[in-house]
Structures are given as C-alpha cells and as structure tokens.
T-cell receptor
C-alpha cells in the first residue's frame, strides 16, 4: 500500500526559481494538506483542501500556491523561491474534512540558496 | 491561530525511567491527537482523545485529556530506547475547525 507519496525527497533551488512538490494518495481521502516543519516550530499548515476543486489557506500560505483537480493529487507550487522557504515539507491526508487521523508522506527537504 | 505549548522541548533519560510530556493551550479543543515522528519519516498517529477527562492507554503510554479540554499529557512508563523520537500534540476545534494546530514537539532520547 503506497499511502501518501511525495516527490521529490530532496531539492536544492536558487532564490527566485520555481518548483512544484508533488503529493499523491491512494486512499480515496477527501482531505489533503501541506505542512512545513522547521526546528522548534512543530508543523505549520500551509494550505489544505477538503475535496477536489476546493482549497483554502492555512497558517503560513504566503509564497505558496495549491490546486486540487483530482481527489488523489495535491501539488504545492513555489513560484519564486526564497531562503525563508528552506524547510521540510509534509503532505498529509485524512478520510474526512473534520479531522480524523492524518496520514503523512515521508517529507520533502527543500533548500533555497 | 490557537497555540499549543508543549513541554519540555527536549528530554534525555535513561532506559527504565518514567517521563511525562505536557501539551497546554488557553483554547478549548474538540479533540486532541498525539503523533510520534522518527527521523526521515512523517508523523504517525498514536492516539486521539475527544472527551474531557478521558484517559487512554497504549501499552506503556498513557494519554490524558484535561477536564476543560485545554490540555493533555503523555506519560511513558519504563521508557525504552525504541521510544526515542519526536512527540507532537495536535488540537482541532474552535476557530480552527477542520484544521489541526500542532505543538512545537518534544524530542525524547532514551539512552540504553
């Protein structure tokens, strides 16, 4: 069972470059979300989606875009990377929009130089 | 944004010792979850508590939700090196309906 799959696992960008972090889940979960994890700050919610075609902002949305064209996929886009976006990014999904158990991917470590 | 304060931030103990991790907030949560994360992996759910005063046990781990649903604790009895990891509490409810707010985490190291 694949669960939540994130790609790439590691990425190095230069300031101003753009990229997309991919997230796919095969559990038919309606709820998907993106978090960033920084030392001493736990997990902070970037964007989330309660179903295909619906997205909303979390705690730290600036500099990131998302879309949800299918139930399975929830890509996170950085349009113009900044050093402050250096972090580990986690995609997570859940069965329902009211929070049940979150299933996390293995994370994507992004470094912006 | 509802804040969850976890303490301590770091915990280094010997195998066999007991420990307690605290998760506190000024806000009321409809539910609270505890996750454990190992290096290079995503967090994995340990337990969800939903009722004020609720106590749940998972082998040597005991989780408690405060009566007012503003705080929670995780107690580990006779810690083992395999318990080493990052422990995160996460709450949902109030102004954060449908979204989980995570605490900063507690890094636990259990030495053999």
């Amino acid at each position: 069972n694949a669960g939540v799959t994130q790609t790439p696992k590691f990425q190095v960008l230069k300031t101003g470059q753009s990229m997309t972090l991919q997230c796919a889940q095969d559990m038919n979960h309606e709820y998907m979300s993106w978090y960033r994890q920084d030392p001493g700050m736990g997990l902070r919610l970037i964007h989330y989606s309660v179903g295909a075609g619906i997205t909303d902002q979390g705690e730290v949305p600036n500099g990131y875009n998302v879309s949800r064209s299918t139930t399975e996929d929830f890509p996170l886009r950085l349009l113009s990377a900044a050093p402050s976006q250096t972090s580990v990014y986690f995609c997570a999904s859940s069965y329902s929009s009211s929070t049940g158990e979150l299933f996390f991917g293995e994370g994507s470590r992004l470094t912006v130089l | 944004t509802q804040l969850l304060e976890q303490s301590p931030q770091f915990l280094s103990i010997q195998e066999g010792e007991n420990l307690t991790v605290y998760c506190n907030s000024s806000s009321v949560f409809s539910s609270l979850q505890w996750y454990r994360q190992e290096p290079g992996e995503g967090p994995v759910l340990l337990v969800t508590v939903v009722t004020g005063g609720e106590v749940k046990k998972l082998k040597r781990l005991t989780f408690q939700f405060g009566d007012a649903r503003k705080d929670s604790s995780l107690h580990i009895t006779a810690a083992q090196p395999g318990d080493t990891g990052l422990y995160l509490c996460a709450g949902e409810g109030g102004t954060s309906y449908g979204k989980l707010t995570f605490g900063q985490g507690t890094i636990l190291t259990v030495h053999p």
